[in-house]
């Protein structure tokens, strides 16, 4: 049970807009910000968002995130079959005085 | 570039010990926390261990605290991870990731090593 809550999986077709949601609490999306990472299987995770809807060089700005209190959510617009991956939500939780992780949402472009 | 290269994986038997290494170019290792997180097979991401610069301020996930410590050497640019009474429940990809300015991000990743606890 992950402290972060996701929806295991997601799916939309080329060119629609998918959201992704996290759902937390006071001690860690409503106190900290919430960073994203996308991972292709077998590869390693990458960072994908920060820092309020921050994206790392190289990410395309079809890469958005939003918060509202203790939730969060990734939206995807313009799906591409390149976007097939687990997605997950992070951030700092002040109670457990650490990183918490959402459980990851595999995505599928149909 | 920044290049994060993971070792010291394998397969140990319950209640072993284990130490993992990760060697870092491309940054200034001593300028950033570090952080180890896992992957079990076929389950998410879990975050482990955090350090940061100088040492003064470490934590755990309660699932391997007291069990696993981690350490950095800022002339030798590495992190490590010792574990010892290691259970199954430890086997996973362990992953070592730079921890980037912004709130707890880890903005580089490694490739990983795998640990299986296994008798």
């Known amino acids: 049970q992950s402290v972060l809550t996701q929806p295991p999986s997601a799916s939309g077709t080329p060119g629609q807009r998918v959201t992704i949601s996290c759902s937390g609490s006071?001690?860690?999306?409503?106190?900290?910000?919430v960073n994203w990472y996308q991972q292709v299987p077998g590869r390693a995770p990458k960072l994908l968002i920060y820092?309020?809807?921050q994206r790392p060089s190289g990410v395309p700005d079809r890469f958005s995130d939003s918060r509202s209190g203790t939730s969060a959510s990734l939206a995807i617009s313009g799906l591409q079959s390149e976007d097939e991956a687990d997605y997950y939500c992070?951030?700092?939780?002040?109670?457990?005085?650490?990183?918490?992780f959402g459980g990851g949402t595999k995505l599928t472009v149909l | 570039e920044v290049q994060i290269v993971e070792s010291g994986g394998g397969l140990v038997q319950p209640g072993g010990s284990l130490r993992l290494s990760c060697g870092i170019t491309?940054?200034?290792?001593?300028?950033?926390?570090m952080t180890w997180v896992r992957q079990a097979p076929g389950k998410g991401l879990e975050w482990v261990a955090i350090?940061?610069?100088?040492?003064?301020?470490?934590h755990y996930v309660d699932s391997v605290r007291g069990r696993f410590t981690i350490s950095r050497d800022n002339r030798k640019n590495s992190l490590y991870l010792q574990m010892n009474s290691l259970r199954a429940e430890d086997t996973a990809v362990y992953y070592c990731?730079?921890?980037?300015?912004?709130?707890?991000?880890?903005?580089?990743w490694g490739q990983g090593t795998l640990v299986t606890v296994s008798s």
């Open positions: 990731a730079k921890v980037g300015y912004f709130d707890y991000n880890f903005d580089y």
């Open positions: 491309g940054f200034t290792f001593r300028d950033y926390w």
């Open positions: 350090i940061n610069q100088d040492v003064t301020s470490i």
């Open positions: 006071t001690s860690n999306i409503g106190s900290h910000t």
């Open positions: 820092q309020n809807n």
């Open positions: 992070a951030a700092w939780d002040d109670s457990l005085n650490g990183v918490v």
